[in-house]
């Protein structure tokens, strides 16, 4: 019995994979690396030490998809592709739509084919839109500000349809917040595409040398020091809490929305403190204007995922600090593309990696 892991190269995907595989899971991968790398695959078997089923598949390729439930014993699958990055949704919207949506209709009727039909989803803190009011619990309004938070919103609407329509699903929307750090190997973590968009990344990135300074988009909201606060959470607390979602959707059918989150919020300022003590390195910052869109504060109320999964984010702030610099300072360019020698290529795209 196998889980399928949609965007298993990917940031959250590929932390999840090595949670899966420490706890005994055999996991498929399915990922057209579009924003992620092979490599990351490698780095997985090598933190590991197991091999992982790996498939480049588009999730918009029914025929494909199904290939991999005819292939392998598939019981569940965690659902991470998907593209994210929010400024580049407003652009092309159709692209984020096609992409998200289409993609997760594909993956449901197949595996309703298949008669999977338990779910973990990754949703975002990004459906409460603009909140009124701190901590942000499972029950708070919803909204979407672009595209990109359009389609979260959408896909849950829609799983939620689905299981209306048939009991015997059991569906997790896991909400997170804002993940951050990397496996403590410095192995695998965060490779943004460019110049990146989030907190934490643009940080090294500066740190490393790469990035002149921080923007520090406003420094007037209703907060502690002025600047935005937000609830990161170790990325290897977030991959744990998959496994946490994903007894509950093997042991109960529903559809469930939890945040994951550690219920703490950190401002701008604080995270830039904190990293420069984790890493003894200065980060030069200059106040611009507040980024569009962008709430003051978004915490989240974590009560939920304690009491029905049993989940609780454990590492602190020092530790996602130490975590995404190791990460950056051990590959300050990312993942280096694959050299073709490490790869057995199969005529249909798939690959698997030489020891
Ligand atoms: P990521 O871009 O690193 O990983 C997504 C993976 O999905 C990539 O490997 C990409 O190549 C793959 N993918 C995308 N479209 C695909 C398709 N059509 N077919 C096959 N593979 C496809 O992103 P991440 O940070 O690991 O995020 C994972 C999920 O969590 C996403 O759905 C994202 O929207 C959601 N999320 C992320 C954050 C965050 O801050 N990182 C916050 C909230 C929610
Ligand atoms: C962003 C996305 C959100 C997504 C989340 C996680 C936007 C508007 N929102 O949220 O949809 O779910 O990432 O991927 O893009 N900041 C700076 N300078 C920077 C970068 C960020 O000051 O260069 C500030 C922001 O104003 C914010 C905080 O740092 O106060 C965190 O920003 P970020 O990492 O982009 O996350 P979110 O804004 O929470």
């Known amino acids: 019995m196998a889980v399928l892991i949609t965007g298993g190269a990917g940031y959250i995907g590929s932390h999840t994979c090595v949670e899966l595989l420490d706890a005994g899971f055999e996991v498929v991968i399915l990922d057209n690396f579009i924003n992620s790398k092979p490599e990351a695959i490698e780095r997985i078997r090598e933190i590991t030490g197991k091999e992982v089923k790996t498939y480049t598949a588009d999730l918009l390729n029914m025929e494909k998809v199904n290939q991999v439930f005819e292939e392998n014993d598939i019981e569940s699958v965690i659902h991470f592709a998907g593209l994210k990055a929010v400024g580049e949704s407003v652009y092309y919207p159709l692209r984020y739509y096609h992409n998200n949506i ?3 209709l594909v993956l449901c009727e197949v595996m309703k084919a298949h008669n999977v039909k338990r779910l973990v989803f990754s949703s975002s803190a990004t459906v409460y839109g603009m909140p009124d009011r701190v901590p942000i619990s499972e029950d708070f309004p919803t909204a979407a500000l672009n595209p990109y938070g359009r389609t979260k919103l959408m896909i849950e609407e829609i799983l939620k349809d689905l299981y ?19 496996h403590k190997s410095g192995l695998i973590g965060e490779d943004p595409n460019g110049i990146p968009n989030n907190l934490m990344p643009y940080i090294t990135q500066v740190a490393i040398g790469k990035l002149r300074e921080l923007n520090v988009f406003g420094n007037q909201y209703s907060t502690k020091d002025g600047t935005g606060v937000r609830d990161y959470i170790h990325v290897v607390d977030l991959a744990k809490g ?22 703490k919020g950190y401002s701008v300022l604080e995270m830039v403190s904190a990293f420069e003590k984790a890493s003894r390195e200065k980060i030069p910052y200059q106040i611009v204007e507040p980024r569009p869109g962008d709430a003051a504060i978004c915490y989240s109320n974590p009560l939920k995922a304690r009491e029905q999964l049993g989940w609780v984010a454990e590492k602190d702030i020092d530790q996602m600090c130490e975590d995404s610099w190791r990460w950056q300072k051990s590959n300050p360019n990312g993942y280096k593309n694959m050299q073709k020698d490490n790869l057995h290529l199969l005529k249909n795209g798939d690959f698997f990696m030489k020891k």
């Not at 699903?169 to 990397?182: C, E, K, M, Q, T």
């Not at 496994?243 to 994951?260: D, H, I």
């Open 102 to 104: 289409t993609g997760t």
């Open 164 to 182: 209306n329509s048939d009991q015997e699903w059991s569906i997790a929307l896991l909400r997170y917040f804002n993940p951050i750090g990397a």
């Open 242 to 263: 998959h496994l946490r979602a994903l007894e509950k959707v093997s042991t109960s059918s529903g559809v469930e929305a939890y945040n994951l989150g550690t219920g």
